[in-house]
């Protein structure tokens, strides 16, 4: 059974940092390239960024939005991906998933607030 | 970045009854490949998305025969034969011919009269 289950979630202040993780199994997690997607509270769906497989350059690519204060990662040892996001703003307050588009986890809520 | 525009935007249905979602893209989805990269996802209350449709019509596995998707070119369309209570929630169009970024439609909000 696919199951994508991300943490790290939380409440931090405006201009702080927060590194969400994503844990896949029961597919080829190295083979993937895997997304985050946010969905601010009561809001519609936002892509936030990809990383690429290795074997297909291993690159990422960033919403306009959040780049160059967040940064996608992936452990393929580990089947874990990652989002390191900095210089938070209070609208990057989310339920952030991780994706394959076929495959969503549950979500992890992000609030940014003083 | 391509625009994705869903109507309706709120759909009450009755139960049995059929539903259409139309969904407009701001340019045509057609990949240099060949392939039409939109997709449909089904989001309950409460839940996370879950992928109805990708590539215009095909069905991911589980997903009732109810449920089929249309459209060509710049114009798509989920259809629902006959509506039951466990359909009620928000569907969203996807694009993935012209990425980065994905971008969805605003969302259509269905329920039940």
């Known amino acids: 059974e696919v199951q994508l289950v991300e943490s790290g979630g939380g409440l931090v202040k405006p201009g702080g940092s927060l590194r969400l993780s994503c844990a896949a199994s029961?597919?080829?997690?190295?083979?993937?390239?895997m997304n985050w997607i946010r969905q601010a509270p009561g809001k519609g769906l936002e892509w936030v960024g990809r990383?690429?497989?290795?074997?297909?350059?291993?690159?990422?690519d960033y919403a306009a939005p959040v780049k160059g204060r967040f940064t996608i990662s992936r452990d393929d040892s580990k089947n874990t991906l990652y989002l390191q996001m900095n210089s938070l703003k209070t609208e990057d307050t989310a339920v952030y998933y991780c994706?394959?588009?076929?495959?969503w986890g549950r979500g992890t809520l992000v609030t940014v607030s003083s | 970045d391509v625009v994705m525009t869903q109507s309706p935007l709120s759909l009450p249905v009755t139960l049995g009854q059929p539903a259409s979602i139309s969904c407009r893209s701001s340019?045509?989805?057609?990949?240099?490949?060949?392939?039409?990269?939109l997709s449909w996802f089904q989001q309950r209350p409460g839940q996370s998305p879950r992928r109805l449709i990708y590539?215009?019509?095909n069905r991911d596995s589980g997903v009732p025969d109810r449920f089929s998707g249309s459209g060509s070119g710049t114009d798509f369309t989920l259809k629902i034969s006959r509506v039951e209570a466990e359909d009620v929630g928000v569907y969203y169009c996807?694009?993935?011919?012209?990425?980065?970024?994905?971008?969805f439609g605003q969302g259509t909000k269905v329920e039940i009269k």
């Open positions: 340019q045509s989805l057609v990949h240099s490949d060949g392939n039409t990269y």
């Open positions: 996807m694009q993935a011919t012209h990425w980065p970024p994905w971008t």
């Open positions: 029961g597919f080829t997690f190295s083979n993937a390239w």
């Open positions: 590539r215009v019509s």
């Open positions: 994706t394959t588009s076929a495959y």
């Open positions: 990383i690429k497989s290795k074997t297909d350059g291993g690159t990422t």
